[in-house]
């Protein structure tokens, strides 16, 4: 068998690597048997490749699996837990127990759903602060209406809970302030800009 | 970046310590690991780029291709240990010396490496 039929039977097995790694590497190793197959016997370097693709290809396969990034599903599915015992608590808010109740489902939930997102990320890259306003937003918000809802359902607020819930009622002011303060700064930092020339 | 404390597997040992001489390309590291094992281990090129692949990722080697001009008319991909990776491949070989040592140490005819 010529040398650039040879090479090109090995070019088409490689096509059974999984595709990114094919991509990546598939025309160097391509080279690389066509130089083995310039250097020494045709036999010998076709029977080191048959063999190496048999026990390389289903290994890169199983590698691209397990490199596959979680399936975000799970952090959809807390995430909705949260947003119902958040409905719960607030279409129940006549009831304490129910509020409370509503709400702890909320946050577990909402922390799940936290966690399984961040998991689904196959690389943490750094960001600057400026790029999670939403994050800081939201929670603003979030202590805010919990603040807001809790203090209708209980009515009079008793006074050991009095500093506790103004306390808790500035923070909301306070994250949703630096929300917004932060959104404007990203505003300006990711504004379009003229190319000069 | 942790130093790594288990031993490296065989294809990325070999690889490291192919490398301990200088950047390479892959049919460069094939023959030198050929040559420092004595011909007894002859890499695929699916091994080969596997075992790249996994030392990019854990950043004991690092592509050098394009870092300066070559004089070389084929696209080829040069690779180079990171210092993370040398220090590894150092450690490998003093593990290596080291086991050496005591295999010898306790052989028929005692010490002798």
């Given at each position: ?11 088409g097995l490689l096509r059974f690597y999984p595709r990114r790694f094919r991509d990546e590497y598939g025309?160097?190793m ?19 490749g048959v063999v190496d693709l048999a026990i390389t290809i289903p290994a890169r396969h199983l590698e691209a699996r397990m490199d596959r990034p979680p ?51 196959a ?75 | ?10 294809a ?32 695929g090129a699916g091994t080969l780029y596997g075992t790249l692949n996994r030392?990019?990722s ?56």
């Amino acid at each position: 068998m010529s040398g650039p039929r040879a090479a090109g039977i090995y070019s088409g097995l490689l096509r059974f690597y999984p595709r990114r790694f094919r991509d990546e590497y598939g025309v160097d190793m391509a080279l690389i048997f066509a130089e083995q197959l310039r250097d020494e016997p045709t036999g010998r370097v076709w029977a080191r490749g048959v063999v190496d693709l048999a026990i390389t290809i289903p290994a890169r396969h199983l590698e691209a699996r397990m490199d596959r990034p979680p399936n975000p599903t799970v952090a959809v599915v807390f995430a909705a837990i949260s947003v119902s015992g958040l409905v719960l608590g607030i279409i129940g808010g006549s009831s304490l127990g129910m509020l409370g109740f509503g709400l702890a489902v909320a946050v577990v939930a909402g922390g799940l759903a936290v966690a399984a997102w961040r998991n689904t990320r196959a690389v943490s890259v750094a960001r600057p602060a400026t790029e999670r306003w939403w994050q800081v937003l939201l929670v603003g918000v979030i202590v805010l209406a919990t603040t807001i809802i809790v203090v209708n359902v209980v009515g009079e607020v008793s006074d050991g809970l009095w500093l506790p819930m103004v306390l808790t009622l500035l923070a909301g002011v306070v994250t949703t302030a630096a929300g917004l303060i932060l959104s404007i700064v990203h505003l300006i930092e990711n504004r379009p800009r003229r190319v000069p020339g | 970046m942790p130093r790594l404390v288990k031993p490296l597997p065989s294809a990325s040992l070999h690889i490291v310590l192919a490398l301990l001489d200088g950047e390479a390309h892959g049919y460069a590291l094939i023959g030198r690991v050929a040559e420092l094992s004595d011909g007894a281990v002859r890499m695929g090129a699916g091994t080969l780029y596997g075992t790249l692949n996994r030392l990019v990722s854990d950043g004991l080697i690092e592509e050098t291709t394009t870092r300066v001009p070559r004089d070389d008319s084929e696209r080829r991909r040069y690779y180079e240990l990171t210092g993370t990776g040398r220090a590894v491949a150092v450690d490998e070989v003093v593990r290596l010396q080291g086991l050496v040592h005591r295999i010898a140490a306790h052989l028929p005819g005692g010490a002798t490496a």
